[in-house]
């Protein structure tokens, strides 16, 4: 009777230590997910912090838009045949008044006549 009673404390003992042993493990494996998560959710911040330096950085590289309008403005360009001189017009609001501003540019500089 005695060596039955010393075999099954024996053996509860030992079933024992063997959940303790799993209980450890499992706790183990728990803190090694928990510290996988931790590093892993680290990784996405540092990502996302990344994403919007490179966001912000872009938007800081955009040319500036322009704020007005556009504004149709007329240039000529006229040269004499003698002298070499070269009289220009530009932002005249039309054709004819560019034209005659280059002339007058020309004839200023010692062309034509």
Do not use: F
């Given at each position: 009777?005695?060596?039955?009673?010393?075999?099954?404390?024996?053996?509860?003992?030992?079933?024992?230590?063997?959940?303790?042993?799993?209980?450890?493990?499992?706790?183990?494996?728990?803190?090694?997910?928990?510290?996988?998560?931790?590093?892993?959710?680290?990784?996405?911040?540092?990502?996302?912090?990344?994403?919007?330096?490179?966001?912000?950085?872009?938007?800081?590289?955009?040319?500036?838009?322009?704020?007005?309008?556009w504004e149709t403005t007329w240039?000529?360009?006229?040269?004499?045949?003698?002298g070499g001189a070269l009289g220009?017009?530009?932002?005249?609001?039309?054709?004819?008044?560019?034209?005659?501003?280059?002339?007058?540019?020309?004839?200023?500089?010692?062309?034509?006549?």
């Open positions: 009777m005695k060596l039955p009673t010393i075999l099954i404390l024996g053996l509860l003992m030992v079933g024992s230590a063997h959940a303790q042993m799993n209980n450890n493990q499992y706790h183990q494996h728990q803190q090694r997910i928990q510290n996988r998560n931790h590093v892993a959710e680290q990784n996405r911040q540092g990502y996302m912090a990344q994403q919007r330096q490179m966001q912000q950085e872009q938007m800081q590289q955009q040319s500036p838009q322009p704020t007005g309008w240039g000529a360009i006229a040269t004499s045949e003698t220009t017009a530009l932002g005249a609001s039309n054709e004819s008044e560019a034209k005659q501003i280059a002339l007058s540019d020309c004839k200023a500089k010692g062309g034509g006549v």
